[in-house]
């Protein structure tokens, strides 16, 4: 692959041409989820719903950050709020034909002394239901409507710190990736098994039995942390490899054969997803910190050039 020196592949790299947008949001919104062809995105204090021609369906207010997170069954998306320290329940149904709530949940070993809660980390669905992390690394599993059905009151992050967990799943088991990663069985909430990593993670992504958990040299514990990418297996949380980089990734995008991650300083870099090895690097933007979507014949990355935002597309053509 080769680059020039604004970072573009010859003949190769575009920005990505744009569709349609709106005004609706006068901060930056959360990612998007899409569930019955409608696209829910959120605000700090509202969320909108949109079809996929960008012709809004509906507009909502609501007071605090509301997050979507998934699709959740039939027309539904299922979110949560950034307001710790709230009354509100963490966990909520939206409706995609009117962006009205359909269910409020709080797990009952989430709640606080004082009935407060903690803000949602993460939700994702699994099966014909879901789990739910907040943001100190209490889990939650969730039927189909939403209700919960087991809840963990403690953390197990042993004293590394939650740091916001992030998920993923495979189907059978889900993986959470904070100050530590762990695994933790879908439909009861059983931890499995516990592997440390060299410093605070940035994000997860889980593919062919392996977990890659992007480490981005942040910690409470060491001053000289590396940063990185870190494979486990799955059925054990053995480290299979791991990849120190110069700069701190964001969450790891996964392709058929390589591990795509952005850096703070703008490269996108690519590696082996069998052995760590990379296969190749360069700079794209003043920063890549979102998780690349790779697809078999380019990849798709969100970045900074001079300040501006830009949505890159990249051959993987070498």
Request: net charge negative.
């Amino acid at each position: 692959m080769r680059w020039d020196r604004t970072g573009c592949t010859h003949s190769k790299l575009q920005r990505g041409a744009p569709q349609w947008r709106t005004t609706d949001f006068k901060q930056s919104t959360s990612c998007p989820v899409i569930a019955d062809d409608v696209i829910v995105a959120a605000g700090p204090d509202q969320r909108a719903g949109y079809h996929p021609s960008g012709t809004r369906a509906w507009i909502r207010r609501v007071d605090g950050w509301f997050s979507p997170y998934a699709a959740f069954g039939d027309a539904t998306v299922i979110g949560g709020y950034h307001a710790s320290g709230t009354y509100e329940p963490p966990i909520v149904l939206i409706d995609t034909a009117d962006g009205r709530r359909k269910l409020g949940t709080t797990p009952e070993p989430w709640l606080n002394p004082n009935g407060t809660t903690h803000s949602v980390s993460d939700i994702i669905s699994v099966g014909e239901g879901g789990v739910a992390v907040d943001e100190i690394g209490r889990f939650a599993g969730l039927d189909s409507e939403g209700s919960v059905r087991w809840a963990t009151g403690t953390d197990d992050w042993r004293a590394h710190g939650a740091h916001d967990p992030a998920i993923a799943t495979d189907g059978e088991i889900v993986v959470a990736a904070a100050g530590a990663v762990i695994s933790v069985d879908p439909s009861d909430g059983i931890r499995h098994w516990h592997a440390s990593t060299p410093s605070e993670t940035s994000g997860l992504a889980v593919a062919d039995g392996t977990a890659f958990v992007s480490f981005d040299g942040r910690t409470r514990r060491r001053d000289d942390a590396p940063a990185g990418v870190l494979a486990v297996d799955l059925s054990d949380g053995s480290e299979q490899w791991r990849t120190e980089l110069p700069d701190a990734p964001g969450p790891p995008g996964v392709g058929i054969n390589d591990v795509v991650v952005g850096t703070e300083s703008g490269d996108l870099i690519a590696l082996d997803a069998a052995t760590g090895d990379r296969r190749w690097s360069g700079p794209v933007g003043r920063r890549m910190d979102d998780r690349p979507l790779v697809t078999p014949k380019r990849v798709i990355a969100g970045g900074e050039v001079n300040g501006d935002t830009m949505l890159t597309a990249i051959s993987r053509e070498v």
